[in-house]
């Protein structure tokens, strides 16, 4: 009855080829009520495209390669990300973690992951952390990774360009020293300092394929993107993650994000915060 009244045809059918698709290619497991979202989201494409159904737009999609499929892989993930959300995973950073893998050490090395970076707010305010700390305890050897399977969110994070409005939450201080308020045409917007996009290198990667990084990690943020898929992808990933995350390092999740059948790799140490056991089994 609702489909009749729609734009475009789309028949159970056409979403679950969408499903089955989306699922292959990036882990993310549709379930039926997210029709109405799926609809919406693919229609914008069918309207640029001038086509007149699902079917026939999932006729052309093309293979992964395709750049129809980067649009429609695009379209279907879910970005919302803010800068210092959960803010006491960054509390925990400065104040607990920090101190304790740099002791004694000049100039420590530590090897940041943000997997599943988003427009880039979560790298942002990690360096953010990193840079405070290095201010006043001295310099560190860091590097940030972030990365994200969506290639429009990565350039946004890459360009570090945000609605001055995403920075209500920040304190003043923090404003002032970090961004930059655009002038002209940018009005209304802010610039991340050039000194934060130093420390981090974006790039965009599928977490279901293979990872092209040798190095290990001492902190993984993964981070409201495991909800979206099957509690056997997630378990998949989470050993992953714990065979390329240093022993005493930290695995950061979501909210809602638990890591169920990996838990024995990892002691708790907070809300949604893993340290690696020590000699963690492989
Ligand atoms: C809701 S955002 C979370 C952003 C940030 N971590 C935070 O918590 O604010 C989820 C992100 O995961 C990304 N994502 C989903 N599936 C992915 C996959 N298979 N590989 C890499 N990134 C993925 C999406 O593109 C999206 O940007």
New binding site residues.
């Given amino acids: 009855m609702i489909a009749r009244l729609r734009e475009f045809e789309f028949t159970e059918r056409d979403f679950s080829r969408v499903s089955r698709l989306v699922g292959e290619?990036?882990?993310?497991s549709l379930r039926p009520h997210k029709e109405a979202l799926v609809y919406g989201r693919l229609a914008r494409r069918l309207r640029v495209l001038g086509l007149k159904s699902m079917k026939e737009y999932l006729d052309l999609l093309g293979d992964e390669n395709s750049q129809e499929f980067t649009h429609f892989?695009?379209a279907l993930?879910?970005?919302?990300?803010?800068f210092f959300?959960?803010d006491h995973h960054f509390q925990y950073l400065a104040n607990v973690l920090l101190p304790e893998l740099t002791k004694g050490k000049q100039k420590a090395k530590l090897r940041f992951w943000?997997?599943?970076?988003?427009?880039g707010?979560?790298p942002y305010s990690l360096a953010i952390v990193l840079y405070e700390y290095m201010e006043k305890f001295g310099p560190l050897d860091v590097k940030i990774l972030a990365?994200?399977?969506?290639s429009s969110?990565v350039k946004t994070a890459e360009q570090g360009i945000y609605p001055e409005e995403s920075l209500k939450e920040m304190s003043e201080g923090r404003k002032k020293r970090w961004f930059r308020q655009g002038q002209g045409e940018q009005l209304g917007s802010v610039r991340v300092s050039p000194l934060l996009q130093r420390l981090i290198t974006f790039r965009k990667?599928?977490?279901?394929?293979p990872w092209p990084m040798r190095s290990q990690f001492d902190v993984i943020?993964?981070?409201?993107?495991v909800?979206?898929?099957s509690r056997d992808t997630q378990t998949k990933l989470f050993h992953r993650f714990s065979d390329i995350i240093n022993p005493g390092g930290l695995l950061v999740l979501?909210h809602s994000e638990t890591l169920g059948a990996c838990r024995g790799r990892f002691r708790s140490v907070g809300k949604t915060m893993h340290r690696k056991k020590p000699g963690g089994v492989k």
């Fill in positions: 290619h990036a882990g993310i892989v695009n993930t879910t970005n919302v990300t803010s959300r959960e943000s997997a599943g970076c988003s427009k707010m979560e990365t994200d399977l969506d969110v990667l599928n977490l279901m394929d943020m993964c981070r409201n993107v909800i979206y898929f979501g």
